[in-house]
């Protein structure tokens, strides 16, 4: 199972707005609506912020939103915020009962 | 309040192996699958495989195949990830992760594990 092909890095300058991509393939991303997205600060373990494409946890920004088409999903964080720097991951339900990855995009906030 | 809690830092040399332990509490125990996720300096994230901790079955990577064990004991609610012969870009950081349905909603705070002769 390859790893979910995401950009290296992303930036954007508080108040704005900037989108993640995570592509896949039609035996992961674009079979199942069953994305994940991570935060992940330095040193810290990852955080829950999108699940199942699109939806939120309790207690998550709803400035965190996410989306997908065909083998392509995207994690779009608006009203950018200087705590929101950090590494986000995609994750997609593979088929067979197994998980994968993306490579992970380091989000710097101007 | 659902917290996992991971063992310390263990340093081993090639070839040996190791077993990482995550207790978990604040919820039942066997409702939930736990996942194993691995980490190396610097790089992404990486599934390594799960346990039912209700029936004991497992689904590892490929990657892992014949290399990792993962087990639990239902009795102290810890889940454990054994890897075998030990390489040096086996330094890593593991983490145990609840699986609540298709994604990953809790996370112990990772175990770096460092394989030098």
């Known amino acids: 199972q390859s790893a979910l092909t995401q950009p290296a890095s992303v930036s954007g300058s508080p108040g704005q707005s900037i989108t993640v991509s995570c592509t896949g393939t039609s035996s992961d991303v674009g079979s199942y609506n069953l994305v994940s997205w991570y935060q992940q600060h330095p040193h810290k373990a990852p955080k829950l912020m999108i699940y199942e494409g699109s939806k939120r946890p309790s207690g998550v920004s709803n400035r965190f939103s996410g989306s997908k088409s065909g083998n392509t999903a995207s994690l779009t964080i608006s009203g950018l915020q200087a705590e929101d720097e950090a590494d986000y991951y995609c994750c997609s339900y593979a088929n067979t009962d197994t998980w994968v990855f993306g490579g992970g995009t380091k989000l710097t906030v101007l | 309040q659902v917290q996992l809690v991971q063992s310390g830092a263990e340093v081993k040399k090639p070839g040996a192996s190791v077993k990482v332990s995550c207790k978990a509490s604040g919820y039942t125990f066997t409702g939930y699958y736990l996942h194993w996720v691995r980490q190396a300096p610097g790089q992404g994230l990486e599934w390594m495989g799960r346990?039912?901790?209700?029936?004991?079955?497992?689904k590892y990577a490929q990657k892992f195949q014949g290399r990792v064990t993962m087990t639990r004991d239902t009795s102290i609610s810890t889940a454990y990830m054994e890897l075998n012969r030990l390489r040096s870009d086996d330094t890593v950081v593991y983490f145990c992760a609840r699986g609540d349905s298709y994604y990953f909603d809790s996370w112990g705070q990772g175990t770096l594990v460092t394989v030098s002769s």
């Open positions: 346990i039912s901790p209700n029936s004991g079955g497992t």
